[in-house]
Nanobody
């Protein structure tokens, strides 16, 4: 099992920034994909960004078109953590942000169903 704990959400004005953190513990693997998804009330859980790493493929990232150039996903190996730096926030970025993970693969897929482990989520609210 893998345990994921998100933190860093909050209320911010449009144009502001937030940094989300996801702390991972439990099983390890030589190949990992971790992603961020968000869900607004009454909507599906949507892909935001993902990062993969392995000894043979290195580190790769993928972003939803809506966040490209504003959000940056990164990892810190020493702390088993993944971060989502969010700049230029917009009201439509509002939602619960979830950290997700999948082991034994490096495919940067976007459907939520492709990810096995999930955190509890952290609320991000962007006011206009």
């Amino acid at each position: 099992q893998v345990q994921l704990v998100e933190s860093g959400g909050g209320l911010v004005q449009a144009g502001g920034s937030l940094r989300l953190s996801c702390a991972a513990s439990g099983r390890t693997s030589s190949s990992v994909v971790m992603g961020w998804f968000r869900q607004a009330p009454g909507t599906e859980r949507d892909f935001v960004a993902a990062i993969s790493w392995s000894s043979w493929s290195g580190v790769n990232t993928k972003y939803a078109d809506s966040v490209k150039g504003r959000f940056t996903i990164s990892r810190e190996n020493a702390n088993n953590a993944v971060y989502l730096q969010m700049n230029g926030l917009k009201p439509e970025d509002t939602g619960v942000y979830y950290c997700a993970a999948r082991l034994g693969s490096v495919g940067l897929t976007t459907p939520a169903r492709d990810y096995v482990y999930w955190g509890q989520g952290t609320q991000v609210t962007v006011s206009s």
